[in-house]
């Protein structure tokens, strides 16, 4: 056999688990991973439905590989699970889902990080969303169990980790109530230091007085996502979420504070049912030139999802169904912040951590704070280098949905 494939429509946590059946699935036959999925003879295919058009990609991926290759396709993640019937009946396609509990995988194409699934599920309730029906509740997974699987990443040489799940703010709860949560874990996590933690994406609204000052400890990166997804009042208490305007205020600038430096970024949907310009406007602020609380956003233009609150309402949109154009609005001035925030750490002493691919004949790498620079010559990938970068070092094409 040649070896097994993986391709990943979906999310961080979908590519966590993408890889890890790949690693199984390869284990189980006693061959590599390949990357050329033509000559696979098996691939795992991770879905995704968090939009209609995810959902569409994944079903689109998964005719193309039975017809383009010969191999047999594992297909997991949320539209695996949602909506089986969008795959053909094919004996070459199976579903698999990975077990209930902490995974570790080497983390995006340069194999340069290490991700430590610790938490998978959602208990929010918001009216869009389609995960929680898909992954069910919230679950903190074994602490101890977590630690093991970063040894491991520490053991095989990995000098960055990125912590993934569905809501990784909420971890502890469920399992050990108030006595150990997310800022306890990256503790253990962080001694003795053998790497650094990269956070996921984290939920504002278990972010309460504080949450964000008891995270900022020697090891973690300068570099928060929080799904804020509107910073209008209105279409706030219109998605089911338990936070407003002023919320979304004062954890941009508690951020500011725990994490001196750091670039802050986060979700936005636009075209919500209901949503007015006045809203729109007050998301855009976010990302204002020159006072803008953001420094990039993962932009979703609202799409309905079967099942949800919000789908049912979705005859309620805004005149016009402007979502597509809104969305571009944010798109374009999240690009100039971005490109902005990265330009401003030329001469910043900056930690970074050198990853295998080259950019002009040169090894680049990524930033504690979520920059992509070239580094200095004799830098080996997988090592932290320290460095001053020069305005020609900093890149600002780097796609943000690769890095993340």
């Known amino acids: 056999m040649a070896g097994v494939g993986h391709l990943n429509v979906g999310c961080r946590l979908n590519s ?39 959902q569409s990609k994944s079903r689109k991926a998964a005719r193309r590989l039975l017809t383009g290759t010969g191999a047999r396709i594992i297909l997991t ?116 230091p053998r790497f650094r933690v990269r956070l996921g994406s984290l939920e504002p609204m278990r972010l309460g007085d504080g949450f964000l000052s008891g995270l900022a400890l020697r090891g973690v990166c300068r570099h928060l996502h929080l799904s804020f997804q509107s910073a209008s009042t209105r279409v706030l208490s219109l998605m089911g979420r338990a936070c407003t305007a002023e919320d979304v205020v004062r954890l941009s600038m508690e951020a500011r504070r725990a994490f001196p430096g750091c670039i802050l970024g986060g979700d936005l949907i636009t075209g919500f049912p209901g949503e007015r310009d006045e809203d729109f406007a007050e998301t855009m602020r976010l990302l204002d030139p020159d006072h803008g609380l953001m420094d990039y956003a993962h932009v979703f233009p609202f799409s309905p999802r079967p099942g949800t609150r919000a789908g049912a309402a979705s005859g309620k949109r805004c005149p016009g169904s402007p979502s597509k154009e809104r969305a571009d609005a944010l798109r374009a001035a999240s690009k100039a912040r971005r490109t902005r925030y990265a330009r401003s750490q030329a001469g910043e002493e900056l930690e970074v951590l050198v990853e295998s691919r080259r950019i002009g004949g040169r090894l680049v790498g990524l930033s504690d704070n979520y920059v992509t620079v070239r580094v200095p010559a004799g830098s080996k990938p997988g090592e932290l280098v320290r460095m001053r970068p020069s305005p020609g070092d900093i890149l600002t094409g780097a796609s943000e949905e690769e890095l993340l």
Do not use: H, M
Request: proline fraction near 6%.
């Open 77 to 192: 993640g949320c539209a695996a699970r949602l909506f089986p019937g969008d795959y053909p009946e094919d004996p070459r396609l199976t579903r698999e889902f990975c077990p209930d509990g902490p995974l570790s995988t080497p983390c995006g194409a340069f194999r340069s990080r290490g991700q430590l699934k610790i938490q998978d599920g959602c208990s929010n309730s918001c009216a869009y969303c389609a995960v929680p029906l898909a992954r069910g509740p919230s679950r903190s997974f074994d602490r101890d169990e977590i630690l093991q699987r970063a040894d491991s990443l520490a053991e095989a040489g990995f000098r960055e980790v990125v912590l993934t799940g569905v809501d990784i703010a909420s971890y502890g709860a469920d399992r050990y109530g108030s006595s150990y949560g997310l800022a306890e874990l990256l503790r253990d996590l962080l001694e003795p």
């Open 16 to 54: 966590c688990e993408t890889e890890w059946l790949a690693a199984r699935e390869a284990r189980r036959l006693g061959v590599g991973i390949v990357e050329d999925l033509e000559a696979a003879d098996v691939i795992v295919l991770g879905t995704c439905c968090v939009t209609a058009r995810s």
